[in-house]
């Protein structure tokens, strides 16, 4: 299979899963791609753009047949230019519905392009994935019903930055090849020289329907397929495409050891989701073992006669020996089971670090996306990102959609200038004139992230100001700066001596932060309550206007000062357990940070009743508060 550099045909070491080079994976998968796309489904290619994007672009549009369809799909498309829908132009020139294909059935047997698909919207990744798994496009809407073929493959053009920018799961798990091509400098693309032969990349395309796969091979995929926790049938099926693509690249009607191996490389291994069980474990007992080390105890095997001569050199005997371990070596299928051979290879893929990238991308799906994300989708009337349109008339500040309304009123446009006509007004209507009526009207919606405030709730005690002033103060430094990147704004409130004071109200303006932190004084008693209720307040005030509110209290959680400013141990903790609880029912999110020079069950049980996460940071800087409190941010920019 030389036109495949990743797994050329007779090469036993890539069979037994010798990892090739990122560059000659791509261009293995581009070539089985190039032969199969619809079957594949396609290729998850993540890097930036550049030269090396650009190339593997080159080499598939270069193998895929003439005049296949190649369509660049933006990242916003509607869904009319998607999926096809009301010709809104024609039917408003005819007087009747008008029907347009969509970009998916004008890519019927060729392939799709999706631009920044790790921005992809869900509603556009579940609109496509259905399309994949029904070849087909169905449109029944603004008077228009219409079928059409759309088998193609998709090239998800995936340019993310961090762990959480990703594609779709669902779109993701119906493409075959995983590539990243982020590391791939332009020299070793160059240098690797691989060409690929278009010819042959055809007349595989013609034989494809006549490979075959017997149950041996295709119980292997599937054993490794488990084995590495794909999790999706899919990874299966997928996988047995790719080994018949390679199949018939090589001129031959059945797929072999060497075919399976490529296919676990290119399909299973990018999947994997854990290693096998029993990994370092020797293999079972069913599975053929080499002969083992002579024993020095057992007396020596007579040599047969066709060994060689009775005054044979046992020296020989040895070379001998060594010569059929190498040729074993060379030919793993003579001694290895089928499942541990393409095991081996979906193993020899799995990149590096990728089981630790998988764990920080549910980490970062559990605390709500990355630390950028500015605070919760709200629904707007005035301004925000276009999210679709509604029936409605343009009061209290909506803004009438003209298209939409346009595209309301065109399919009836024959039946009330018929109507017109029969009530004696055809001369209302006029050549050209659209009859638009109330009902027809559609408003814009929009939708807008909500500004997210960080409340510092600063406990400036004697028994606190001590420990963690300096890192509060750097840590809030530290947080306005990525303010200009999240929009997000800061607050800082302190309690010392009897009451609680809101020393900077909510801003992005690091220099008036510094100014109000660098004259906070420490010392005095501890109104704890005090300083809870007025953080609650301050986070109300907040919601009220719109925002997302994050507090962060910095305390040791030691209450000596009650809410009226009389000194008591006891009254100032139950105070501050109320105004906990109280807190909790308001459903704030919080982080409650320890600043004893030891971890508190006081503090502990305040965090729990004020539901907040609890933090202690004996030994903790500024850098450490500040990450901590991105990842809370991150979390309360997702309602539930």
């Known amino acids: 299979m030389a036109a495949v550099p990743a797994a050329p045909a007779g090469n036993a070491d890539a069979a037994a899963g010798a990892t090739p080079s990122t560059w000659a994976a791509a261009v293995a998968a581009v070539t089985l791609m190039a032969i199969d796309p619809v079957g594949l489904g396609g290729v998850n290619l993540r890097a930036l753009a550049g030269p090396v994007r650009d190339r593997w672009l080159e080499l598939l549009a270069g193998l895929l047949p003439a005049g296949t369809p190649l369509r660049r799909v933006p990242l916003h498309i509607n869904d009319e230019r998607l999926l096809g829908g009301l010709d809104l132009a024609a039917t ?28 992809l919207p869900a509603a556009t990744a ?29 090239v998800a053009l995936d340019e993310g930055a961090t762990v959480d920018e990703c594609v779709p799961p669902g779109l993701m798990d119906r493409l075959a090849f995983h590539l990243d ?22 007349e595989a395309r013609l034989g494809l329907a006549r490979v075959r796969i017997d149950d041996d091979l295709l119980q292997a995929l599937c054993s490794a397929a488990l084995a590495l926790g794909t999790g999706s049938l899919r990874a299966s099926v997928l996988a047995l495409r790719a080994a018949s693509a390679a199949a018939a690249l090589d001129g031959r009607d059945a797929v072999n050891a060497d075919d399976a191996a490529l296919a676990a490389r290119l399909v299973l291994g990018p999947r994997a989701t854990c290693l096998p069980p029993g990994d370092a474990a020797p293999p079972p007992e069913s599975s053929a073992e080499p002969p083992p080390e002579p024993d020095s105890s057992d007396p020596p095997e007579p040599p047969s006669p066709d060994e060689g001569s009775d005054d044979a050199d046992p020296g020989d005997e040895t070379g001998n020996e060594d010569e059929q ?59 925000g990102r276009p999210a679709g349109a509604r029936r409605g008339e343009p009061r209290n500040g909506a803004r009438l959609n003209v298209i939409e309304t346009l595209r309301a009123a065109a399919p009836w446009q024959r039946v009330r200038r018929d109507e017109l006509a029969a009530a004696g007004r055809g001369g209302d209507t006029g050549a050209g004139r659209i009859q638009v009526r109330a009902e027809d009207f ?21 028994s606190a100001a001590l420990h963690r002033l300096a890192e509060a103060k750097g840590a809030v430094e530290l947080l306005l700066a990525d303010c200009y990147v999240r929009r997000d704004r800061v607050a800082v409130l302190a309690f010392r001596g009897k009451v609680a004071e809101v020393l900077l109200p909510p801003t992005r303006s690091l220099v008036r932060a510094k100014r109000s932190l660098a004259g906070l004084p420490g010392g005095g008693g501890t109104p704890l309550a005090a300083g809870i209720d007025a953080a609650a307040r301050l986070a109300d005030a907040m919601r009220r206007r719109g925002d997302t509110p994050v507090i962060v209290f910095l305390t040791d959680g030691r209450a000596n000062i009650a809410r009226d400013g009389t000194p008591g141990r006891a009254l100032a903790d139950a105070q501050a357990i109320e105004a906990a609880r109280q807190m909790r029912a308001a459903r704030f999110t919080a982080l409650l940070v ?4 030891q971890p508190q069950a006081g503090a502990q049980r305040l965090a729990l009743e004020m539901g907040a996460r609890y933090l202690p940071l004996p ?17 309360a920019a997702t309602p539930g």
């Open 619 to 635: 030994n903790a800087d500024a850098n450490a508060l500040s990450r901590s409190v991105r990842v809370l941010a991150a979390s």
């Open 325 to 383: 371990s190498e040729s074993d070596a060379l030919d793993p299928t003579s001694h290895e089971p089928l499942d541990d051979v393409v095991l081996a290879a979906a193993k020899a893929a799995i990149p590096a670090g990728l089981l630790a990238l998988l764990q920080g991308q549910a980490s970062a799906a559990r605390s709500g996306g990355a630390g950028g994300r500015a605070g919760q989708l709200q629904a707007s009337r005035r301004r």
């Open 181 to 202: 091509l982020a590391d791939v400098s332009w020299r070793e693309v160059t240098d690797a020289g691989f060409a690929v032969d278009a010819r042959a990349v055809a």
């Open 126 to 154: 579940a609109r496509l994935v259905a399309v994949l798994d029904a070849g087909e496009v169905l449109v029944a809407r603004d008077g228009v019903s219409m079928q059409h073929p759309a088998r193609l493959g998709v």
């Open 92 to 119: 408003l020139r005819a007087g009747r519905p008008v029907a347009q294909r969509g970009v998916l059935a004008e890519a019927d047997g060729g392939v799709l392009l999706m631009a920044m698909a790790e921005r």
């Open 594 to 597: 320890d600043t004893s020079q």
């Open 442 to 462: 559609h408003v814009t919606r929009f939708k807008q992230r909500s500004e997210t405030t960080t409340i510092f709730a600063i406990d400036a005690s004697g």
